[in-house]
């Protein structure tokens, strides 16, 4: 990809930056993205989890096992997990990795959610299929790369897994989620994905590989229609929520 050789370019002629903070890089280490400051301002996800969105419980829900937001509204999947909390050097590598064209991080961010399955004992060996969230084609078109794509890629080689990169399809273009509220997002992504060959995926637990995971509109609207479709589990693995 271009992009791709651009990139490498750039790092030969000038000093390496953070990818974060743009700050010069000390140390030049080959796989040194960030600066040690913005890795130690990198937030992971701990237990207590959700037992439905999977974000950190706080002590007040504790004994529910589930938080508020996943006890007013109903979503579709069986469990969602991830390993960061969207903010700081997480959410700036993820923009970087989204809209900067820098597909290259896919690995190392690829490598942090495989990490995360083997940290938790993820139920993997249960798993028949990863299937990445689709971009509509307009916006792949934009981007070049599909991000979650990228990740799946990584997740399936590492645990020797089927990718499904064609069964579930955007069909609609919808409008950029982070401008709406939690029930606008619901209603803008209601029907917005389909299902080319359900047989392949009838009867077969799945995990939905995305980058970022905010209300689960998405993740559960793409849960719906595999569902729909015959799927027997859907879990959601993102990086970030
Ligand atoms: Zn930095
Ligand atoms: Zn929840």
Redesign the pocket.
């Known amino acids: 990809m271009l992009h791709k050789f651009i990139n490498a370019l750039v790092n030969i002629v000038y000093p390496k930056k953070?990818?974060?903070?743009?700050?010069k890089?000390k140390i030049h280490l080959q796989n040194e993205l960030?600066?040690?400051?913005?890795?130690k301002?990198i937030k992971k996800n701990t237990p207590p989890f959700c037992s439905s969105c999977g974000r950190h419980l706080v002590k007040t829900n504790f004994a529910k096992n589930i938080c508020p937001s996943c006890l007013r509204g109903k979503l579709h999947f069986d469990r969602a997990f991830s390993p960061y909390t969207y903010k700081g050097?997480i959410k700036r590598l993820i923009h970087e990795f989204k809209y900067k064209g820098k597909d290259y991080l896919g690995s190392p961010l690829g490598a942090m959610m495989i990490d995360f399955i083997n940290e938790y004992n993820l139920p993997i060996n249960y798993i028949d299929f990863i299937i990445p969230v689709p971009l509509h084609k307009t916006k792949l078109r934009e981007r070049e790369f599909n991000q979650a794509q990228v990740l799946a890629e990584a997740i399936a080689k590492k645990f020797n897994k089927g990718l499904l990169t064609e069964t579930l399809t955007r069909q609609r273009y919808t409008r950029a989620q982070a401008d709406l509220e939690i029930n606008e997002r619901l209603k803008n992504v209601k029907g917005s994905f389909s299902i080319t060959n359900p047989q392949v995926i009838k009867g077969k637990n799945l995990l939905v590989i995305d980058d970022v995971l905010t209300t689960g509109a998405t993740s559960s609207e793409a849960a719906a229609a595999l569902k729909e479709a015959g799927a027997n589990i859907v879990f959601i693995l993102t990086l970030a929520h």
């Open positions: 953070c990818l974060a903070c743009k700050e890089l960030i600066c040690a400051k913005c890795l301002n050097s």
